[in-house]
Protein backbone atom coordinates (compact mmCIF):
# COMPACT_ATOMS: atom_id res chain seq x y z
CA UNK A 1 0.00 0.00 0.00
CA UNK A 2 0.95 3.73 -0.89
CA UNK A 3 0.25 6.44 1.04
CA UNK A 4 0.72 10.67 -0.25
CA UNK A 5 -0.17 13.66 1.58
CA UNK A 6 -2.99 15.48 0.51
CA UNK A 7 -3.14 18.48 2.90
CA UNK A 8 -1.53 19.19 6.04
CA UNK A 9 -2.23 21.68 8.73
CA UNK A 10 -4.51 23.66 6.30
CA UNK A 11 -6.36 26.40 8.05
CA UNK A 12 -7.51 28.19 5.55
CA UNK A 13 -9.93 27.77 2.11
CA UNK A 14 -8.55 26.72 -1.26
CA UNK A 15 -7.50 23.48 -3.61
CA UNK A 16 -4.51 21.85 -2.30
CA UNK A 17 -1.86 20.61 -4.62
CA UNK A 18 -2.60 17.47 -6.40
CA UNK A 19 -1.32 14.29 -5.72
CA UNK A 20 -0.69 12.16 -9.17
CA UNK A 21 -1.64 8.95 -7.57
CA UNK A 22 -0.60 5.86 -9.78
CA UNK A 23 -2.82 2.39 -8.95
CA UNK A 24 -1.25 -0.58 -9.73
CA UNK A 25 -3.77 -3.58 -10.05
CA UNK A 26 -6.27 -1.58 -8.13
CA UNK A 27 -9.39 0.11 -9.12
CA UNK A 28 -10.08 1.59 -5.65
CA UNK A 29 -8.17 4.15 -3.86
CA UNK A 30 -8.93 5.40 0.14
CA UNK A 31 -8.60 9.10 1.64
CA UNK A 32 -8.54 10.11 5.15
CA UNK A 33 -9.40 13.26 5.99
CA UNK A 34 -8.61 14.52 9.46
CA UNK A 35 -10.98 18.21 10.80
CA UNK A 36 -10.41 18.80 14.19
CA UNK A 37 -12.54 22.05 14.25
CA UNK A 38 -15.35 23.27 11.38
CA UNK A 39 -14.62 23.22 8.04
CA UNK A 40 -16.14 21.14 4.82
CA UNK A 41 -13.88 19.39 2.24
CA UNK A 42 -14.37 18.22 -1.23
CA UNK A 43 -12.24 15.37 -2.38
CA UNK A 44 -11.90 15.63 -6.16
CA UNK A 45 -10.15 14.04 -9.06
CA UNK A 46 -9.31 14.27 -12.60
CA UNK A 47 -7.96 11.91 -15.19
CA UNK A 48 -5.79 14.58 -16.50
CA UNK A 49 -4.56 18.64 -16.47
CA UNK A 50 -6.66 19.01 -19.52
CA UNK A 51 -9.78 17.86 -17.57
CA UNK A 52 -11.87 19.92 -14.67
CA UNK A 53 -11.63 18.99 -11.42
CA UNK A 54 -14.78 16.50 -10.05
CA UNK A 55 -16.33 16.43 -6.54
CA UNK A 56 -16.03 12.98 -5.89
CA UNK A 57 -17.17 13.15 -2.03
CA UNK A 58 -17.44 15.81 0.51
CA UNK A 59 -16.67 15.54 4.11
CA UNK A 60 -17.90 18.11 7.45
CA UNK A 61 -16.16 15.29 9.60
CA UNK A 62 -13.29 13.14 10.19
CA UNK A 63 -14.22 10.35 7.75
CA UNK A 64 -12.34 7.33 5.81
CA UNK A 65 -13.65 7.45 1.90
CA UNK A 66 -13.22 4.26 -0.01
CA UNK A 67 -13.37 5.79 -3.72
CA UNK A 68 -12.62 4.83 -7.30
CA UNK A 69 -8.91 4.91 -7.87
CA UNK A 70 -8.50 8.66 -10.02
CA UNK A 71 -4.85 9.81 -11.59
CA UNK A 72 -4.90 13.06 -9.92
CA UNK A 73 -6.64 13.79 -6.76
CA UNK A 74 -6.88 16.40 -4.08
CA UNK A 75 -8.84 17.81 -1.33
CA UNK A 76 -10.78 21.40 -1.37
CA UNK A 77 -11.62 23.29 1.61
CA UNK A 78 -14.63 25.24 0.43
CA UNK A 79 -15.40 26.47 4.10
CA UNK A 80 -13.48 26.93 7.06
CA UNK A 81 -14.09 28.28 10.53
CA UNK A 82 -11.34 26.82 12.70
CA UNK A 83 -9.16 23.88 13.31
CA UNK A 84 -6.80 22.26 10.96
CA UNK A 85 -7.81 20.00 8.42
CA UNK A 86 -5.17 16.90 7.11
CA UNK A 87 -5.25 14.22 4.21
CA UNK A 88 -4.11 11.59 3.02
CA UNK A 89 -4.89 9.09 0.02
CA UNK A 90 -3.75 5.16 0.14
CA UNK A 91 -3.61 3.03 -2.61
CA UNK A 92 -2.03 -0.36 -4.24
Not at 11 to 15: E, I, S, W
Not at 41 to 47: F, K, P, S, T
Given at each position: MYTKSLASGV?????QAQVQVAPRGSDEMVVQVEITGTAT???????NDNLP?????QVTASA????????????????YTSGIVNSEVAYR
Open positions: TATGGVDIEGRLWVQLNIVPLAACPQVRVNVTA
